[in-house]
Antibody, heavy 120, light 107 residues
Framework: QVQLQESGPGLVKPSETLSLTCTVSGDPMNNYYWNWIRQPPGKALEWIGYIYYGASTNSNPSLKGRATISIDTSKNQFSLKLTSVTAADTAVYYC??????????????WGQGTLVTVSS | DIQMTQSPSSQSASVGDRVSITCRASQHINTYLNWYQQKPGKAPRFLIYGASNLQSGVPSRFSGSGSGTDFTLTISSLQPEDIATYFCQQSFTSPPTFGQGTKVEIK
């Protein structure tokens, strides 16, 4: 059974960097895309970006280059750094695995999410 | 970005009722539409891919239909364990985008 678990600080100050890690268990990390997705209070889910196990990345243009995703397959982990945060970055952050096998690219496994609040 | 609009935003139904949730895309997405279930405090669960294909292990009372811009998730006979928020997601083009969710409650 594949499991994902987010970890990191629940409170970040404005203008600082948000850092989260997702630990994956139950399946090797190769051949999948590893994503970060967030949900601000009362709003829809927003895709942040992905990293492929071979380390190619893609991120949402709406974040204007503030998001960096890295991977450490030796630890079965991938991480998110989001710089220059503001109150608008307050959200529940999810990590999720994405499968390209079917062609429809669903997010087939998710973590349960971690709330990150941006406040001084 | 492709906008995904779900309706209704919430729905109340009795156990055994048929429940339908609609998802509309702002442009044509063929059948690149996935559905998820989310219960409070739990990880979202992947239900349906390609608009109508049931993920392994998902009960057969769940079904999906549609193509182009209009899609439907149907629960044929609502069960107490189906109480959750359901959301759609398009994978036609990047960035992937999500509907705002439909909360299903027991009447």
């Amino acid at each position: 059974q594949v499991q994902l678990q987010e970890s990191g600080p629940g409170l970040v100050k404005p203008s600082e960097t948000l850092s989260l890690t997702c630990t994956v268990s139950g399946d090797p990390m190769n051949n999948y895309y590893w994503n970060w997705i967030r949900q601000p209070p009362g709003k829809a889910l927003e895709w942040i970006g992905y990293i492929y196990y071979g380390a190619s990345t893609n991120s949402n243009p709406s974040l204007k280059g503030r998001a960096t995703i890295s991977i450490d397959t030796s630890k079965n982990q991938f991480s998110l750094k989001l710089t220059s945060v503001t109150a608008a970055d307050t959200a529940v952050y999810y990590c999720a695995r994405q499968s390209y096998t079917s062609g429809w690219k669903p997010f087939d496994y998710w973590g349960q999410g971690t709330l990150v609040t941006v406040s001084s | 970005d492709i906008q995904m609009t779900q309706s209704p935003s919430s729905q109340s139904a009795s156990v055994g009722d048929r429940v339908s949730i609609t998802c509309r895309a702002s442009q044509h997405i063929n059948t690149y539409l996935n559905w998820y279930q989310q219960k409070p405090g739990k990880a979202p669960r992947f239900l349906i891919y390609g608009a109508s294909n049931l993920q392994s292990g998902v009960p057969s009372r769940f079904s999906g239909s549609g193509s182009g811009t209009d899609f439907t998730l149907t629960i044929s006979s609502l069960q107490p364990e189906d109480i959750a928020t359901y959301f759609c997601q398009q994978s036609f083009t990047s960035p992937p985008t999500f509907g705002q969710g439909t909360k299903v409650e027991i009447k």
